[in-house]
């Protein structure tokens, strides 16, 4: 059985209170979902369904919008790929964020600029996740000073990243080649089997890191019966006789 949606086992009361009731809609707590993601930063967990709210919030009330809540928001989705956070975040921020600067016609309002080029950086880190381009992203990520400005706020970021990838690794394969994983973890030498042997506790064997057998990547043979009978046969091949020339 699944896990709800707007399921958090980390979400206070006075958040959960105002989620199921008709406070969710009023402005005024605005400020109060905007502290608990920074909570959410600072505590390594996400609340997808309350962050969902404040973007909500934010389309009705664009004055009270901040764009450092919205960046962290995203921050935080990529954390949990390869859910849709991200993307169900990004389809509540408007249409002039999501618009490359140099793709506009016109020239964007004071502030809009930075918000929207976080955004597409962003998106960025996003693709190659879901493309599972992990050695890229790591590339990517250090490449521009912007990202380690936009990650600042979310505490173990990269930590968080790593543990999604292995968990995706652990999905489909039972070994894997340790410099392969290397690469898609971003990680070298000591850092790397503290992280490979502590963490998701994991073998390496020379060049090999052995992932323990779990039900996803355990390789099942499978016999499939085909219950046809013969007159089923038999009505195929007369009206294949009985079609015209």
């Known amino acids: ?56 919030l934010y389309q009705f009330n664009p004055h009270l919008t901040k764009d450092e809540t919205i960046t962290n928001i995203l921050v935080k989705s990529l954390t949990v790929f390869p859910s849709p956070d991200f993307s169900l975040a990004l389809h509540l921020l408007p249409p002039h964020i999501l618009t490359p600067v140099s793709a506009s016609s016109a020239l964007p309002a004071a502030g809009d600029a930075p918000l929207s080029e976080a955004v597409q950086k962003l ?35 990269e930590e968080l990243i790593r543990i999604r990838i292995a968990l995706t690794i652990s999905q489909s394969v039972r070994e894997i080649e340790k410099q392969v994983l290397e690469s898609w973890l ?24 052995k992932v323990p057998l779990n039900k996803e990547n355990e390789a099942k043979g499978s016999i499939v019966r085909e219950n046809v009978k013969i007159e089923q046969f038999s009505r195929v091949i007369r009206r294949a006789y009985e079609q015209p020339a």
């Open 186 to 209: 971003g990680l070298q030498a000591e850092a790397f089997e503290k992280f490979v042997t502590g963490v998701c506790g994991w073998e390496i064997e020379g060049s090999v890191v």
């Open 1 to 56: 059985m699944g896990v709800p949606f707007d399921y958090s086992p980390d979400r206070p009361d006075h958040i959960n209170a105002i989620l199921n009731g008709l406070d969710r809609y009023n402005p005024e707590t605005t400020s109060i979902f905007q502290e608990y993601v920074a909570e959410q930063c600072e505590g390594k967990f996400t609340d997808t369904y309350a962050n969902l709210a404040l973007l909500k």
């Open 123 to 157: 998106n960025v880190l996003n693709n190659l996740l879901g493309q599972a381009s992990y050695s890229v992203f790591w590339s990517t990520l250090d490449s521009d000073d912007l990202y380690a400005d936009l990650i600042a706020d979310v505490a173990g970021f």
